[in-house]
Structures are given as structure tokens and as C-alpha cells.
């Protein structure tokens, strides 16, 4: 290995720890970061040094946020009689993209995994059992992600939410819009083919 | 578009700006960096501060250093007779990696280009000049890229150097090693063809 100077061997470093960075992309992005004018990495290092002071984890949802409640669970025009819980902050954004759900959110933070260690206790499963509690609503959609994972956590939760009278769903499994027979999993086409639906 | 807290916001559009990280990916790496410990972003974010405040262009070479001059300008088993042009740092590395050039280095930080208005005045060719009327050596390798700004900006300083006693050489092109016939470009090819060399 080729031995850099100090600073940037730590900047490399630190950019390699970030997903989907490795020495290559780090060692790219540090070149490029000295490259820049100091406005620019300014920005840059403040901006990440500001994001994780000022943001954090909504009281409510558990989604990011810089106020408390989160601007999701404050909105008054949002239905409150529905909840969908996903695994993470991410699923959130990709679900507003729609632009179709208009009621509240719960971010789980993760999923239960027996390999990877995590119980139902290390993620954000609590808060939602004492937010029904103290406001019940109509329905939870469990949308976790279609991997053993998520099923196994959909599956805590629907349990969990057995003894009460709210409706739980699921989100729907199929092929993709644009996607072909061809290029589909079995799984997926199995899924597909169990939840037809008569025209 | 969704709209993300102020924070949230910044540093996607921040980490959005570097080579290779769009949209998406910025928001995957600000959603990430959310969920570290406080320390690993103050470390990042320190990272990033530092190495841009404590690196600098080496005054012989021009390439990035913490010391002036760098580790390869003063190191006492290099050869002072031969010197290496190269457009970034990066090329530097890639060098390096090879270890077996043990000469010195130019570091241009570019190249000349048309299109991209970018003019001899404009990278580290003055430095190159001057260092080599001061010091003088036996061959000065024009390693800028197989490209036609790299190629341009090769001709001109070969073009500077002309006047001089100094021999000047390119690095040779040809076939990837590894890299099959089949997926060689005809360019490509016809310099494999031109510089073969007899068994």
C-alpha cells in the first residue's frame, strides 16, 4: 500500500466507512475534497457536523426530524386513524413520493433479525404498542420489506396487535409495474400468482 | 419533491455534489450518517476540515502533501534525473502502486483543453519549466492520459522542451493486460499494431 499523508489517509479513511464507499470511492472523493475550494469543504464538513446535531428521532414516529413532533405528525390534514410502519426513514421518503397515503407513519429503525442479533426490543417496536395504546386507530399497514426480515417482524407486530381491534394489512406482493414475467423471481411470480385478482 | 427538515436537506445537497453521488445516493449517505454515533460524523466532519486545511501542493511537484516538500521530492533514494508528468495526484497513486518507477514526479493538475477552456496558464506547466531550467534532468516521461487533452497537453510541453537536451518520452499504448482482442477499440488496436515490437 502506498502510504498518504496523515490528513488524508484519515479522510480516506472516514469517507471508506460510509455504504457503497470503499478505498477506491474514498480515496476518489478525498482527491477530489482537496480539490475544492475551502467554501466547499466547509460547507460540506459543517453540514454533516449540523444534520446530526439538529436532527433527531421524532417522539412520535420515530422519523428524522428537527422539530418535535415531526412536520408528518403535526400536519392536520393528515388522516389519524391510520398508521403504516416501516423499517426505515428511507421508506418513508419513497411512500410521500407516491403522494397517495395521507395518514401517520411509525419508523421501526430495523427489522428483527435472529442472524444479525436484533430483538424486538432493539428497534422501535415499544413506542408503537404505547402510541395505540393511547390512540387507537382503524388500521396499521405493516409495510416492512418483503424479505425474511421484514416478514418476521410483521408477523411480531400482527401478533402483537392480535388482542385489539385493529385492522392490520400488508402491503400487496407482485411484479413490478414495467417489470416482465421473464426477469422475475419464482417467489415473486408466486406471490404474483396467489394474489390475482378477478377481472 | 418531498421536503426534508433544513438540516436533512443541506447535507444531501452537500454530499449530492460530489463526483458520483447524486441525488439518490446523497440521500442514502445523509440518511446513513444520521444513524451513526455522534462521534464517527464529528470525525468525518473533522476529517474532512482538516485534510483540506492541512494538505497543500507540494512547491516542487505540485502534489498534495502535509509537508513541503513532499515525501517524494525529499526522499534521498529517489532518482533526481528523471521526472514523471502526470495530470492529478491520483495518478501519482496509481504509479506508486506499480513500484518501479523510482524518478520524481510533475503533478499538473490537468490538463490543456479546447472545449473545457482550459489553457497552458492555467495548470502546473510554468512550475514544470522552471524547476527543470533550475534542476536539469536526463528524461521527462509525459504520462498524461491516452486522450486527446491528454495528448494535446503532452505535445505542448514536449513542444517547450524541445530547445532542450532533454529526452522526452510517453508511456506506451497497447492492449490491457488481461484485456482480450475482441473488446480492444480499433484505436486502440492500431496503436498495439504500431508499436509492436519484434520477438
Chains 1, 2 share one sequence.
Not at 460547507?43 to 433527531?56: N, P, V, Y
Not at 412520535?60 to 392536520?76: A, Q
Not at 405493516?142 to 424479505?147: E, G, K, R, V, Y
Request: charged share 30%; aromatic share 4%; net charge neutral.
Amino acid at each position: 500500500m502506498i502510504r498518504y499523508p496523515k490528513p488524508l489517509a484519515t479522510l480516506i479513511r472516514e469517507l471508506a466507512k460510509l455504504p457503497g464507499i470503499g478505498e477506491k470511492s474514498g480515496q476518489r472523493l478525498a482527491f477530489h475534497i482537496l480539490s475544492l475550494p475551502e467554501g466547499d469543504t466547509e460547507a460540506l464538513s459543517k453540514a454533516i457536523r449540523e444534520a446530526k446535531k439538529s436532527m433527531h428521532q421524532c417522539s412520535v414516529c420515530g422519523n428524522w426530524t428537527d422539530t418535535d413532533p415531526c412536520s408528518i405528525c403535526r400536519d392536520k390534514r393528515r388522516r389519524r386513524d391510520i398508521i403504516c410502519v416501516v423499517e426505515m426513514p428511507q421508506d418513508v421518503v419513497a411512500l410521500e413520493k407516491m403522494k397517495e397515503f395521507d395518514g401517520l407513519y411509525h419508523v421501526l429503525h430495523g427489522h428483527i433479525s435472529a442472524i444479525e442479533g436484533i430483538g424486538p426490543e432493539d428497534i422501535n417496536i415499544k413506542n408503537l404498542i404505547i402510541r395505540l395504546r393511547e390512540n387507537p386507530v382503524e388500521e396499521v399497514i405493516l409495510a416492512t420489506n418483503p424479505t425474511i426480515d421484514g416478514e418476521t417482524t410483521a408477523m411480531y407486530i400482527a401478533g402483537l396487535l392480535k388482542p385489539t381491534q385493529i385492522k392490520v394489512s400488508r402491503l400487496a406482493n407482485g411484479i413490478p409495474i414495467g417489470g416482465g414475467l421473464e426477469f422475475t423471481d419464482k417467489t415473486t411470480l408466486y406471490k404474483a400468482m396467489e394474489g390475482r385478482r378477478e377481472l
